[in-house]
């Protein structure tokens, strides 16, 4: 049978959502916390910068790969459960991480550290509509926005700081109690999980493994690729899309698919997620590029380059609770529209302000776009996720995460080869070899993308009843 959670009565929901928080800055850590130990870790393992890169490479295909399915396991066996037995399951893997004693076993544990993200990825906002106020959701998908920025920005400062007291076992330790904290948390304040008078005829395990092949060989063309021979990039790309068409028909033939195909071509959810991974494709943009051109074209030290990409994230995380609260008060849609204007206004200017402005120029630009990323995130999951039936929260979140996941890895390949392609482009369109060329390029780019989505956003819009503007 079917489970879902009791709903929450209106005075519990502050507590609970305290303790979802938790369960969003877990997998947010874990995705930038140890990028600033790989130089530590090919040490510590006298193994090569590409060997030790599978430590973050690892975390993120088991994320990406599975997110779908455990979103809607998350829906048969109830999210409940299955959100402590990913808390559980992250801190354990985080344990062992820290207690490695070589390369290969730390990053099997940051593959099972990756399983438990996915879970807690995708069920904290699965679980927002059983356990906040319908009138407080958007405030709520705000405060989770706030908290995965926070978690995404404060990784790599808290990392530095506990490998230089402690070394970078200790960075595995930190995240193994936060986990532990937060399953007992979670255990005290979540709702049992209760069962639901529909039946459930099953888990699609053959979609599932379809679905995990494809998003992995997918993953794995973006992340790998520069290090692959050309035979085995073409195999990969194959793999990728024959994944994707057999688990199409696989899923227009079984009697529980993973993903109802349908629910895709649902405006207001085919748009949302459209739009999320073409948003996400430039926010991933601003901080694979950006450090090049503050350090590279501006001269910024280290620390200056750092200092300016912290502003993005700072942004973000207040911006995100405020966002929330106009959703609640004015709708999604006005929301989703002011935020994605502030994303083309954003790439607008940095195609035009650095140059002249310098790092104040950069530093405008990446703020109107982040601002309008978080007001558009909060907004779009709003929509999407009070749309979604009680039965489909866990795979409609689970979408979400993905189309985010996707837009994060094409705009880290994408983006990053658009700016080294940068001034050979603006030599072939007549604009001369100029200095920060590639900047312009990669953002007037950006600005197109981020009107695509707008456009797509207005779209989706359109196709709404009159009942539901």
Same mark, same amino acid.
């Given at each position: 049978m079917m489970l879902e959670i009791a709903l929450a009565p209106e005075r519990a929901y502050g507590p609970r959502l305290a303790a979802l928080s938790l369960a969003m800055l877990l997998p947010s850590l874990g995705t930038s916390i140890t990028n600033v130990a790989l130089p530590t870790l090919a040490r510590a393992f006298d193994?090569?910068?590409?060997?030790?890169?599978?430590?973050?490479?690892?975390?993120?295909?088991?994320?990406?790969?599975?997110?779908?399915?455990?979103?809607?396991?998350?829906?048969?066996?109830?999210?409940?459960?299955?959100?402590?037995?990913?808390?559980?399951?992250?801190?354990?893997?985080?344990?062992?991480?820290?207690?490695?004693?070589?390369?290969?076993?730390?990053?099997?544990?940051?593959?099972?550290?990756?399983?438990?993200?996915?879970?807690?990825?995708?069920?904290?906002?699965?679980?927002?509509?059983?356990?906040?106020?319908?009138?407080?959701?958007?405030?709520?998908?705000?405060?989770?926005?706030?908290?995965?920025?926070? &978690?995404?920005? #404060? /990784?790599?400062?808290?990392? =530095?700081?506990?490998?230089?007291?402690?070394?970078? @076992?200790? %960075?595995? !330790? +930190?995240?193994?109690?936060?986990?532990?904290?937060?399953?007992?948390?979670?255990?005290?304040?979540?709702?049992?999980?209760?069962?639901?008078?529909r039946q459930s005829t099953g888990f699609d395990l053959p979609g599932l493994a379809l679905l995990a092949l494809s998003l992995g060989a997918f993953s794995g063309i973006f992340t790998l690729g520069s290090r692959m021979s050309?035979?085995?990039?073409?195999?990969l790309s194959v793999m990728s899309a024959l994944g994707f068409a057999a688990f199409v028909l696989t899923e227009n033939r079984a009697p529980a698919p993973l993903v109802r195909l349908g629910l895709l071509r649902e405006r207001v959810l085919g748009t949302g997620l459209a739009s999320l991974m073409l948003?996400?494709?430039?926010?991933?943009?601003?901080?694979?590029?950006?450090?090049?051109?503050? &350090?590279?074209? #501006? /001269?910024?030290?280290?620390? =200056?380059?750092?200092?300016?990409?912290?502003?993005? @994230?700072? %942004?973000? !995380? +207040?911006?995100?609770?405020?966002?929330?609260?106009?959703?609640?008060?004015?709708?999604?849609?006005?929301?989703?529209?002011?935020?994605?204007?502030?994303?083309?206004?954003?790439?607008?200017?940095?195609?035009?302000?650095?140059?002249?402005?310098?790092?104040?120029?950069?530093?405008?630009g990446l703020v109107v776009i982040t601002f309008g990323y978080a007001m558009f995130q909060a907004a779009n999951t709003t929509a999407i996720m009070q749309r979604a039936a009680q039965d489909q929260r866990g795979v409609t979140s689970a979408l979400l995460g993905l189309s985010r996941n996707i837009g994060l890895i094409c705009g880290a390949s994408a983006m990053a080869a658009l700016y080294a392609a940068g001034p050979r482009l603006a030599v072939a369109f007549g604009f001369g070899e100029a200095e920060g060329s590639g900047l312009g390029i990669t953002f007037a780019v950006a600005a197109c993308v981020a009107g695509v989505a707008l456009g797509a956003a207005l779209w989706g819009h359109a196709g709404r009843s009159p009942a539901e503007r």
């Open positions: 193994a090569t910068m590409a060997d030790v890169q599978w430590v973050v490479i690892s975390y993120l295909l088991a994320a990406t790969s599975l997110i779908v399915g455990v979103g809607r396991l998350g829906d048969l066996v109830g999210r409940r459960r299955l959100l402590l037995t990913g808390m559980a399951l992250f801190s354990a893997a985080s344990a062992v991480g820290g207690l490695a004693p070589g390369l290969s076993i730390l990053i099997a544990a940051r593959a099972v550290q990756g399983i438990g993200g996915a879970v807690m990825m995708t069920l904290t906002v699965a679980m927002v509509g059983d356990l906040v106020p319908k009138d407080r959701t958007g405030s709520a998908m705000g405060l989770l926005g706030t908290i995965s920025a926070v &978690g995404t920005a #404060l /990784g790599p400062t808290a990392g =530095g700081a506990l490998i230089a007291a402690w070394g970078w @076992p200790s %960075v595995f !330790a +930190v995240m193994a109690a936060m986990g532990a904290v937060a399953v007992l948390a979670g255990g005290a304040l979540f709702p049992a999980d209760v069962r639901s008078a050309g035979p085995a990039l073409l195999a948003v996400s494709a430039i926010v991933m943009a601003t901080l694979v590029v950006g450090p090049f051109y503050l &350090g590279g074209i #501006l /001269g910024l030290d280290p620390v =200056g380059t750092g200092m300016v990409m912290s502003v993005g @994230p700072a %942004v973000a !995380a +207040v911006t995100g609770v405020p966002a929330g609260r106009l959703v609640d008060r004015l709708g999604a849609f006005p929301v989703i529209v002011a935020g994605l204007l502030s994303v083309v206004t954003g790439c607008l200017m940095l195609t035009a302000l650095p140059g002249p402005f310098g790092v104040g120029g950069y530093t405008a």
